[in-house]
């Protein structure tokens, strides 16, 4: 006897194997020694040690959509915190999105001790920090400490003759004193790799296409009458030939992602 399979699980696992796949390639996509932001931003980055030149700036991986949060009020530093307080009020769920292409300058309020300044709040550390944006407007937020800015640094030697050397860079936000954005350029990533650009144009054409797909099946399940059991094995031919295209798209991605 042949185990009845409902078209929402059906549904729910091809959704899966979607998501699975697509997360997969991205990993792949973005493991390659070249892979370089589509944006690079560049400036000035000052730790608590030295001051240089960097670009290919990442705050956390992005250079959009970056998340700080407001001040917590009442909010207690390292040395203060008490181990009986109450869980606080969590930043995470008062944030502000900011764009790298929207800041100037990132600051910490409290440059020269810094560990003594970190806020714990609900056993997460922070560090607050001034940002300015290109309008002159100055905020102070709260953001990780942990959270991770990466960038390269460009070292053009004492004769500044020479092609620069590009160091990787990857430090917490809390050896961070300042963080200058000075401007930013396109394009990067079509001039150095044609192949790749393609690649992700042709994702975008199966992902719009698996998307299309899975939301007719869903339309199928939808407007069938539990009350009429004759139209399933109309539904069940439709869903079987949705079916064979959705392997058709992964087989495609799969490709992308061998390549």
């Known amino acids: 006897m042949k185990r009845y399979v409902s078209p929402q699980k059906i549904i729910f696992l091809c959704s899966a194997i979607i998501t699975i796949t697509c997360w997969n390639g991205s990993m792949v996509d973005s493991s390659g020694k070249d892979k370089r932001p589509d944006v690079n931003f560049y400036g000035k980055l000052e730790d608590h040690m030295t001051t240089c030149e960097v670009e290919d700036i990442l705050i956390g991986g992005k250079y959009e959509q970056i998340a700080f949060y407001l001040p917590i009020h009442g909010a207690k530093t390292d040395l203060e915190k008490n181990k009986d307080d109450k869980p606080q009020i969590e930043p995470r769920q008062n944030k502000v999105l900011l764009d790298l292409s929207e800041i100037s300058a990132i600051s ?11 806020l714990e709040i609900n056993s997460r550390k922070y560090v607050e920090v001034e940002v300015t944006t290109i309008t002159g407007s100055k905020q102070h937020y709260i953001i990780e400490s942990a959270r991770e800015i990466s960038c390269l640094k460009i070292d053009k030697g004492p004769k500044q003759d020479q092609k620069p050397i590009q160091e990787k860079r990857k430090l917490n936000m809390l050896h961070v004193k300042n963080l200058w954005i000075t401007g930013y350029k396109t394009g990067q990533n079509a001039l150095k790799s044609d192949p790749h650009n393609t690649a992700i144009s042709e994702k975008t054409k199966i992902a719009e296409g698996t998307e299309q797909i899975l ?19 109309q539904l069940k031919e439709s869903l079987l030939s949705m079916l064979r295209a959705l392997r058709d798209q992964l087989q495609k991605m799969l490709n992308l992602i061998k390549n």
Not at 108 to 118: A, G, K, Q, S, Y
Not at 216 to 223: A, D, G, I, P, T
């Open 108 to 118: 910490m309020v409290h440059p020269d001790r810094p560990t003594e300044h970190e």
């Open 215 to 233: 939301d007719q099946m869903e339309k199928k399940v939808n407007n069938l009458s539990k009350e009429d059991s004759s139209n399933y094995q």
